[in-house]
């Protein structure tokens, strides 16, 4: 999933968020900010019960974090949802292509737009493909 520094850039070159089922956020700026959430129909916890673990299915939970705005959460997306979005955001483009190579330490997504080879380097794919999709978002939005 992209990490937390990226998808603040995303969000703020405009990336919008529509949340589904399964989606992680993050909600930055807080205390929960290190926290990984899902989007969940259901909450579901592993614990320990009678020596073993389980998991363990509750009907409600209460807690504190009764709700947020979805303007105040920050969406992770996966690596395919990335790669998906990306692919989408050239379709229409000539002469463009996205290809990824990922060694032990780093991926490079080279991204083909308009002709021209753009490469963009990161721990992760979908990091890498990140990189890239903020060009994209820079580029409309006559940022680059």
Not at 45 to 62: C, H, K, P, S, W
Not at 89 to 115: F, Q, V
């Amino acid at each position: 999933m992209v990490s937390l520094e990226l998808a603040l850039r995303l969000k703020e070159f405009g990336l919008e968020w529509t949340p589904h089922l399964h989606d992680f956020f993050s909600i930055p700026n807080t205390a929960l900010e290190d926290r990984l959430f899902v989007v969940s129909d259901m909450m579901i916890d592993v614990q320990r019960l009678y020596g073993q673990q389980m998991i363990t299915f509750n009907g409600a939970v209460e807690w504190s974090l009764d709700y947020i705005t979805i303007a105040e959460a920050l969406w992770r997306p996966s690596e395919s949802q990335i790669r998906s979005m990306l692919v989408e955001r050239l379709k229409g483009k000539s002469a463009s292509k996205i290809t990824l190579d990922c060694s032990e330490h780093r991926c490079l997504c080279i991204l083909t737009y308009d002709g021209k080879p753009l490469e963009f380097e990161a721990n992760s794919a979908s990091d890498a493909y990140a990189r890239a999709y903020i060009f994209m978002l820079k580029e409309s939005n006559g940022r680059a």
